[in-house]
C-alpha cells in the first residue's frame, strides 16, 4: 500500500504570497517546485510566447528546412509519413497544410495499426518509392527505423524525422533529425510530436505568427499523448487552450459537440478523456485517415460526418475494451504470483491490438503497477502495449530484456513491443525481477506526497481559483492533491457514466458537505470499501460551474 505523505505547512513564504495575492498554501506548493522568487512565479503562472525557443535551436533545423524548399522548387513528390494516434494525426494534420500551401506536391500516409504497425513500414515505403517520392518526412516515428531509413537512402530518397521517442543504441542516417530526446542536437525534450512539427512549420513559415493558429492541434496532441506539461509544453498549453476553445475549424467544432465538450469550459480533462480518445478511436479500431480529414476539412458536412465515424468507432473501442480488462484485471488477480506483480504482464489471444494500451493505463489505475498487455497471434507473437508510474521508467527496464524481443520502442511511460510465445515467460520473470528493486527503492522514496491536510470549510472558491492557476496539469506538473480525514459519506454513492463515482461527504460535524466525484473509481470503490461509511480521502479540489452557480467539487484520487 502507497504511504501517504503530507508536506508540512512553509511558513518562510507568506512575505511572498503576500506580494504576489496568492493564497500561501499555493505558494508553498509552487515553492516545493522550485520556484522560490516572485519572477520564477510570475513566469510559471504566466507563461509569455517569447519564453518559446526559436526554431532553429535544433542543429538540424537549417538542414530540413533547405531541404523541403529544395523539394517544393524542384517539383518532387514529398510523402509526409505519420503515425495512427492523436499525436501523430494532429503532427501529420500541422504540417500537411503547410506544405501543401508553400506550393509542395505532398501526400500523407498514415500507417493502419495492425497491417501495417508501428514506425516505418518496409512494405508501405516501397510502394511509395514506386510512385516517386523523393522526400520523406516522419512525425511521430522513425528515430528506431534504422532498416527502414537505410533502405530509403540506398534508394536515393530524402529522410527527415521529427519524432519525439527515444532512439535505440543507434541513430538512423536521416538527412535531418528534429528531436529534442537526442543529446547535443537543441530543442526542448518534452516537445511531442506535434510540437515539434509546429517548430518545423514556424522555421518554414518564417513567422510565429502564420504558424499561431496551429496551436489548437499542438495542445490537442500534447495532451492527448501525456507529453510533460514542462518547459515550453506549458507555454504552448497555456496559449492553446484558448485557441483550441476558439477554433473555426469545422472537424474540432463537431468533435467538441458530438463528444458533449462545452468550448467556454474546454479543460484538460476535456481533451484527455472527450476529443482524445475519439481520435485515437480511429487508428485503434479503422483508419486513421478519418481522424486526419476530420482535422484538416474546411467542410462543415464532412466533419459532422467524420466526426459520427469517429464516435460510432468510439464506442465500439469502449465495448471491446471492456471485455479486455476485465479478462485482464481477472488473469492479474487469478494466476500472477506475488513475484509476478512488479510489472504486471497479461495476454491472450482474444485481445484487439487497438486497445492494448488503455487496458495497460487501467491496470496500473487499478493496481498501482506498472503493465504490458499482450495481444497473442495465431502464427505464436504477441504484440504488446506497456504502461508505467510516474517514477518508474518501463523503455528502461523493458530495454535490458530486448534480447528476448522482435521488436521494441517508446519512452519513460509508454512502450510497444513484439515477442515470440516461447519468450513470454522468461521476459515476464526477468522484467519483474529487475522491477522489484527498482519499485522498492522509488516507493520508499515516493509514496503519495500530498500538499496539505484540510478541513472542508477551509475550501473556499478563492484558494481553489489559485490553485487552477497552477493548470494545465499532467506530467511534470503533478495535480495538488490534499488529504481530508474522517469524511462520512451521506446518502448513496452513484454510478455516473461507465465508472464514475458521485457521492456527497461531510466532515464529522457535519458542517460542511461536498460532492466527491471519482473518474474511472466506481468498480474499484465498490470492490474495496464494503460498504463502510468513513473515510479519509485524497483529492483535488476542483470549481465547477452549472448554469452560472460556482461550486466546489472534489475530484476524488484515493481513500483508506
Given at each position: 500500500?502507497?504511504?501517504?505523505?503530507?508536506?508540512?505547512?512553509?511558513?518562510?513564504?507568506?512575505?511572498?504570497?503576500?506580494?504576489?495575492?496568492?493564497?500561501?498554501?499555493?505558494?508553498?506548493?509552487?515553492?516545493?517546485?522550485?520556484?522560490?522568487?516572485?519572477?520564477?512565479?510570475?513566469?510559471?503562472?504566466?507563461?509569455?510566447?517569447?519564453?518559446?525557443?526559436?526554431?532553429?535551436?535544433?542543429?538540424?533545423?537549417?538542414?530540413?528546412?533547405?531541404?523541403?524548399?529544395?523539394?517544393?522548387?524542384?517539383?518532387?513528390?514529398?510523402?509526409?509519413?505519420?503515425?495512427?494516434?492523436?499525436?501523430?494525426?494532429?503532427?501529420?494534420?500541422?504540417?500537411?497544410?503547410?506544405?501543401?500551401?508553400?506550393?509542395?506536391?505532398?501526400?500523407?500516409?498514415?500507417?493502419?495499426?495492425?497491417?501495417?504497425?508501428y514506425g516505418l513500414n518496409?512494405?508501405?515505403?516501397?510502394?511509395?518509392?514506386?510512385?516517386?517520392?523523393?522526400?520523406?518526412?516522419?512525425?511521430?516515428?522513425?528515430?528506431?527505423?534504422?532498416?527502414?531509413?537505410?533502405?530509403?537512402?540506398?534508394?536515393?530518397?530524402?529522410?527527415?524525422?521529427?519524432?519525439?521517442?527515444?532512439?535505440?543504441?543507434?541513430?538512423?542516417?536521416?538527412?535531418?533529425?528534429?528531436?529534442?530526446?537526442?543529446?547535443?542536437?537543441?530543442?526542448?525534450?518534452?516537445?511531442?510530436?506535434?510540437?515539434?512539427?509546429?517548430?518545423?512549420?514556424?522555421?518554414?513559415?518564417?513567422?510565429?505568427?502564420?504558424?499561431?493558429?496551429?496551436?489548437?492541434?499542438?495542445?490537442?496532441?500534447?495532451?492527448?499523448?501525456?507529453?510533460?506539461?514542462?518547459?515550453?509544453?506549458?507555454?504552448?498549453l497555456k496559449w492553446g487552450?484558448?485557441?483550441?476553445?476558439?477554433?473555426?475549424?469545422?472537424?474540432?467544432?463537431?468533435?467538441?459537440?458530438?463528444?458533449?465538450?462545452?468550448?467556454?469550459?474546454?479543460?484538460?480533462?476535456?481533451?484527455?478523456?472527450?476529443?482524445?480518445?475519439?481520435?485515437?478511436?480511429?487508428?485503434?479500431?479503422?483508419?486513421?485517415?478519418?481522424?486526419?480529414?476530420?482535422?484538416?476539412?474546411?467542410?462543415?458536412?464532412?466533419?459532422?460526418?467524420?466526426?459520427?465515424?469517429?464516435?460510432?468507432?468510439?464506442?465500439?473501442?469502449?465495448?471491446?475494451?471492456?471485455?479486455?480488462?476485465?479478462?485482464?484485471?481477472?488473469?492479474?488477480?487469478?494466476?500472477?504470483?506475488?513475484?509476478?506483480?512488479?510489472?504486471?504482464?497479461?495476454?491472450?489471444?482474444?485481445?484487439?491490438?487497438?486497445?492494448?494500451?488503455?487496458?495497460?493505463?487501467?491496470?496500473?489505475?487499478?493496481?498501482?503497477?506498472?503493465?504490458?498487455?499482450?495481444?497473442?497471434?495465431?502464427?505464436?507473437?504477441?504484440?504488446?502495449?506497456?504502461r508505467s508510474l510516474p517514477?518508474?521508467?518501463?523503455?528502461?527496464?523493458?530495454?535490458?530484456?530486448?534480447?528476448?524481443?522482435?521488436?521494441?520502442?517508446?519512452?519513460?511511460?509508454?512502450?510497444?513491443?513484439?515477442?515470440?510465445?516461447?519468450?513470454?515467460?522468461?521476459?515476464?520473470?526477468?522484467?519483474?525481477?529487475?522491477?522489484?528493486?527498482?519499485?522498492?527503492?522509488?516507493?520508499?522514496?515516493?509514496?503519495?506526497?500530498?500538499?496539505?491536510?484540510?478541513?472542508?470549510?477551509?475550501?473556499?472558491?478563492?484558494?481553489?481559483?489559485?490553485?487552477?492557476?497552477?493548470?494545465?496539469?499532467?506530467?511534470?506538473?503533478?495535480?495538488?492533491?490534499?488529504?481530508?480525514?474522517?469524511?462520512?459519506?451521506?446518502?448513496?454513492?452513484?454510478?455516473?457514466?461507465?465508472?464514475?463515482?458521485?457521492?456527497?461527504?461531510?466532515?464529522?460535524?457535519?458542517?460542511?458537505?461536498?460532492?466527491?466525484?471519482?473518474?474511472?473509481?466506481?468498480?474499484?470503490?465498490?470492490?474495496?470499501?464494503?460498504?463502510?461509511?468513513?473515510?479519509?480521502?485524497?483529492?483535488?479540489?476542483?470549481?465547477?460551474?452549472?448554469?452560472?452557480?460556482?461550486?466546489?467539487?472534489?475530484?476524488?484520487?484515493?481513500?483508506?
Open positions: 500500500m502507497t504511504d501517504w505523505r503530507v508536506h508540512p505547512a512553509l511558513e518562510e513564504v507568506a512575505p511572498l504570497a503576500s506580494q504576489l495575492q496568492i493564497h500561501p498554501l499555493v505558494v508553498s506548493i509552487l515553492f516545493r517546485r522550485g520556484l522560490h522568487s516572485a519572477a520564477d512565479i510570475t513566469r510559471f503562472l504566466e507563461p509569455s510566447l517569447s519564453d518559446l525557443q526559436d526554431p532553429f535551436i535544433f542543429s538540424d533545423m537549417k538542414i530540413a528546412v533547405e531541404r523541403i524548399q529544395k523539394a517544393i522548387a524542384e517539383k518532387v513528390k514529398i510523402l509526409v509519413y505519420g503515425d495512427y494516434d492523436v499525436d501523430g494525426v494532429t503532427a501529420s494534420a500541422i504540417l500537411y497544410p503547410v506544405l501543401r500551401s508553400m506550393g509542395a506536391d505532398v501526400e500523407i500516409h498514415l500507417p493502419h495499426r495492425i497491417k501495417e504497425g518496409r512494405t508501405s515505403l516501397e510502394m511509395w518509392v514506386e510512385r516517386g517520392v523523393s522526400l520523406v518526412i516522419t512525425v511521430d516515428n522513425g528515430i528506431t527505423s534504422l532498416d527502414a531509413v537505410r533502405f530509403l537512402k540506398e534508394k536515393g530518397v530524402g529522410v527527415i524525422l521529427v519524432d519525439h521517442h527515444v532512439p535505440k543504441d543507434e541513430v538512423p542516417p536521416a538527412d535531418a533529425i528534429l528531436s529534442g530526446a537526442l543529446p547535443g542536437r537543441g530543442g526542448d525534450p518534452s516537445l511531442a510530436a506535434c510540437g515539434l512539427a509546429f517548430k518545423l512549420v514556424w522555421a518554414l513559415l518564417g513567422d510565429f505568427e502564420k504558424a499561431k493558429p496551429y496551436l489548437d492541434l499542438v495542445t490537442l496532441g500534447t495532451i492527448a499523448d501525456l507529453a510533460p506539461v514542462e518547459g515550453e509544453n506549458r507555454v504552448l487552450l484558448p485557441v483550441l476553445s476558439r477554433s473555426k475549424r469545422p472537424g474540432i467544432r463537431a468533435l467538441m459537440n458530438i463528444a458533449s465538450v462545452h468550448p467556454e469550459y474546454l479543460s484538460y480533462r476535456d481533451i484527455a478523456f472527450g476529443l482524445g480518445p475519439r481520435i485515437n478511436a480511429a487508428g485503434r479500431m479503422g483508419s486513421a485517415m478519418h481522424a486526419f480529414k476530420l482535422l484538416t476539412t474546411d467542410n462543415d458536412l464532412e466533419a459532422r460526418n467524420l466526426a459520427q465515424i469517429l464516435e460510432a468507432g468510439n464506442r465500439e473501442r469502449q465495448r471491446v475494451e471492456a471485455e479486455a480488462y476485465r479478462q485482464a484485471a481477472l488473469f492479474v488477480e487469478e494466476k500472477l504470483s506475488k513475484e509476478e506483480r512488479h510489472v504486471l504482464i497479461v495476454e491472450s489471444g482474444d485481445w484487439h491490438e487497438g486497445v492494448l494500451g488503455i487496458v495497460a493505463a487501467r491496470l496500473v489505475e487499478r493496481f498501482q503497477r506498472p503493465a504490458i498487455v499482450i495481444a497473442m497471434r495465431e502464427d505464436g507473437t504477441g504484440k504488446g502495449s506497456g517514477h518508474f521508467s518501463i523503455f528502461h527496464h523493458v530495454h535490458q530484456c530486448e534480447d528476448l524481443l522482435e521488436a521494441f520502442g517508446g519512452h519513460a511511460q509508454a512502450c510497444g513491443l513484439t515477442l515470440r510465445r516461447e519468450n513470454l515467460n522468461e521476459f515476464r520473470r526477468r522484467l519483474n525481477e529487475l522491477a522489484a528493486r527498482t519499485l522498492a527503492t522509488s516507493e520508499e522514496s515516493e509514496g503519495l506526497w500530498l500538499e496539505g491536510e484540510l478541513r472542508p470549510s477551509q475550501l473556499e472558491a478563492a484558494f481553489v481559483r489559485d490553485l487552477e492557476k497552477l493548470a494545465p496539469f499532467g506530467p511534470g506538473n503533478a495535480r495538488p492533491l490534499f488529504i481530508s480525514r474522517g469524511m462520512h459519506v451521506r446518502g448513496e454513492v452513484k454510478k455516473r457514466g461507465k465508472d464514475t463515482l458521485q457521492c456527497w461527504m461531510s466532515d464529522a460535524e457535519e458542517k460542511v458537505t461536498c460532492e466527491v466525484v471519482g473518474f474511472r473509481s466506481y468498480e474499484r470503490w465498490q470492490a474495496q470499501t464494503q460498504k463502510k461509511r468513513e473515510f479519509d480521502i485524497v483529492y483535488q479540489p476542483t470549481l465547477r460551474n452549472f448554469n452560472g452557480i460556482t461550486s466546489i467539487t472534489l475530484e476524488l484520487e484515493s481513500w483508506r
